[in-house]
């Protein structure tokens, strides 16, 4: 049996003062990581998290946070992370979906996470990183500093929850993506064996941790044994980029956002970037001027371009040897993972034909948290009795040599920074205002973020609205890959014969414009 | 257009005919800062506050924020000075824009 949290505890035995994490100028050993999570643990469990409880760790990417990760793991607890970017009604929505017994937050999100937690009756306690939180209540530091005790043993097994990942869906409502300890180690296992990662890599990431693609990196880094320079952001990419240099980084995971930033920075000119072996793209397919370019521009660097959802983690990724010829292609399954094409029956289609991507294999979800008419839409009947097979909700095809070709979205979900973006949940939010008579949002091709938030809005009668307000609104309520880019008002909405608003039309408009 | 610029009531310079002081650009920013991204919480917002601590900045902020100088203080930034060093603050941000308005008089 192989329970998360065992690769830390492998890998502090084996690398002790290795560093596992570098979070700007302060290094963080595989044993600093391995006692601080546990002391954290043994608060956790004197607040009285038990086995299978939810703890919600809403940081940034710091060492706290990965602390938070494990710490969760190791009292038994299901790990929960949040965007520390998430508006106080997301958070209350999540925590109280979630039962979550513990969270811990940043002090300096104090008001926020105070008026979110306020009416919670499942939530035992807040544990506050950064500033000293006041007399009375929890503080990360403090539990830090104590003397060193290990966390009592939960009596987990491989089938017990480990993480709870929210995504957006369609219908504007986040759903818990239930991943069991025995789900994320073979998913590690199957990514890290087909990167090839040794214990001499040192991967760079600016991907948040509370996006899965983020945290396997240090999942990954637990495993085998290699360094995460974790940064904050990729908000000044040039600062970022020098840490590859610097620590003679190897791996660089990225999304087409980050790659596409980074090429404004082309041709590196005072840049070291020798070290990277190579570059793993997810979430988003890579342009293919932007993949030549890449390979022009790091011809030491091998180029993975990989698909995936958070219902399974990672489906597949294209065999690099294959990229300059099929530059648009996902590839196929990783590792001890199947991933097939099915019709509206269920029924595999042969080469060329589209249909939903279907994936079976250790790698797929235990289902959505509390929500059971969700997961019987996503986990279906495979061809062995009692298996469940997953159903993406993603339309792909298969070419002749069994290579997969993402086409679009079954509903309207739309990708934008890589991050998913539920239309509904938008619309929501814009509802909220008064002025709004009606509203639709689409996504519209963008270089940089693949897709941006488009907006259209009929006022209603007699009332005012402007631009900058709708973009207030929703920078007050929703995270910030959700606030609009564009905002176009309109003097009415398409329909369809039964009165209900057809985005098909706008598409159409927002597809050229603006 | 980028947004976030349209209806900033922060003090118009017409920067072809006045230098901005450095209490102009600070004033010009911090209205546009607090307006735009805090909206109206000023609270905690000092001229030494990190923009990424503050909430101000995210990968597309410092595109915005970029957009803004230049439309706002007649700057060209190029990307490779899209840093930290530059941008993270209120005071960064002056000193940055005075070297360049200094730089562009030469």
Redesign the interface.
Known sequence: MLLLHHYLRDSAARFGGKPALIVGTQSHSFAEIDRCSDQLACALQRVGVRRGDRVGVMLENSAEMVIGLWAALKAGAVFIPINHATKADKLAFLLEDSGAAVLVAPTSLRQRVRSATADLATLKDIIWAGEAPGPGALHLSAILAGPHDAPQDPQLIDQDLCLIIYTSGSTGKPKGVMMSHRNICHNVWSISIYLGNVPEDVVLCALPLSFDYGLFQVLTGARIGFTVVLERSFTFPADVLKRIGEHKVTGLPGVPTIFATMLQLAPFDGLDLSSLRYLTNTAASLPPAHIRRLRRLLPQATIFSMFGLTECTRVGYLDPGKIDRKPTSVGRAMPNTEAYVVDDDGRRLGPDAIGELVVRGASVMRGYWRSPEETAQALRDGDIPGEKVLHTGDLFRMDADGDLYFVGRKDDVFKCRGEKVSPKEVENVLYELEAVGEAAVIGVADDIDGAAVKVFVRIRDGHRLTEQAVRQHCRSRLEPQLVPRYVEFRAELPKTDSGKITKTPLRAAGATAP | ML??Q??ATAPKIDTARNTPTPTHIRSTLRVHFIE??L?GDEQGLGDDTSL??A?V??????IEIVAFLEAEFGITVC??????DN??SIARIEAFVGRKRAAGQE
């Open positions: 947004h976030g349209n209806g735009n991204f909206l990424i601590d909430g900045l995210d990968s597309t902020g410092a990307d490779h000075e899209i840093v930290a941008l993270d």
